[in-house]
């Protein structure tokens, strides 16, 4: 497609007061516009609505309700690993004994995944963990405790 060196508008800036629109007023005010938003889509933006909206109407898949979904916030154990040393610094965990004690809920987080290197041995007390997580701990001669 060849490019226009000049653009029609400024063609006939100066020559004509309604642009190619036709009679004065045409294509001027809200009236062109067929109402706000999706005003129509039944009537007489019909044809548009088949080209560029074809979905416009019905349902379209599920929702869960959101009462009913649980909000999945993990953590990988290989960063607790790295972090536990700080977190005993900043009272967020515990020592008893030779075990860190972590509480993952504290730190807002609700599931521990199991990618990492586990160094220390730590008691993790969370809602879920996986097996791979809970397999790591436990070598390193750590414990795991599930929430209820």
Known sequence: MAVRKRKKSRKLRGRTRTMGWGRVGQHRKSGSRGGFGAVGMHKHKWVWMLKYAPDWYGKHGFVNPTSKTVDIREINVGLLDEIAEKLVREGKAVVEGDLIVIDV????????????????????????????????????????????
Do not use: D
């Open 105 to 148: 809920t504290k730190l807002g987080f609700n599931k521990v995944t199991g990618s990492g290197k586990v160094t220390r041995r730590m008691k993790i007390i969370a809602e879920y963990i996986t097996e791979n997580a809970k397999k790591k701990v436990e070598e390193a001669g750590g414990l795991v405790q599930l929430l209820e």
